[in-house]
């Protein structure tokens, strides 16, 4: 990976290295995942840590299992999940797997913190005053 993102600690989706996406030098736009061009006006990125707290923008419950293969079946079967998507502070907008207990909780707007994931970023509630708003 050639260009301003080679500066990265850490593959920019593993857990390990936090939630990173990249800022235009130019017009500020926030990306995530890290690129190192601007989606908006194609000029230079740069590596950018982003906070993880926002709110939860739209959603849905995935209720059937995923066909296989590439999905397995977990030992205790399958067991619907949530998914969504995520407005950060920093404007950008992350899809998460949202890891709430009871799926009749959600609601738009509820402030989520968002963590790399194995793969796929994950979304958990908020502790209050964590959420910074």
């Known amino acids: ?62 209720r059937y299992a995923p066909k296989s293969p590439p999905y397995r079946v977990p030992p205790g079967g399958f067991e619907p999940f949530a998914v969504g998507y995520v407005e950060l502070e920093e404007g950008v907008r992350v899809a998460a797997v949202l890891e709430i207990d009871d799926l009749d909780d959600i609601r738009i707007g509820m402030p989520l913190t968002v963590t790399a994931g194995d793969g796929v970023p994950r979304a958990r509630p908020a502790i209050p005053g964590e959420e910074g708003a």
């Open 1 to 62: 990976m050639d260009g301003a993102l080679t500066g990265m600690p850490t593959v920019p989706r593993s857990p390990a290295a936090g939630l990173h996406g990249s800022r235009c030098s130019g017009c500020s736009v926030t990306a995530y995942p890290a690129e190192d061009t601007c989606p908006r006006c194609g000029g230079p990125a740069e590596p950018a840590a982003l906070s993880g707290a926002g709110r939860l923008w739209t959603w849905t419950v995935q």
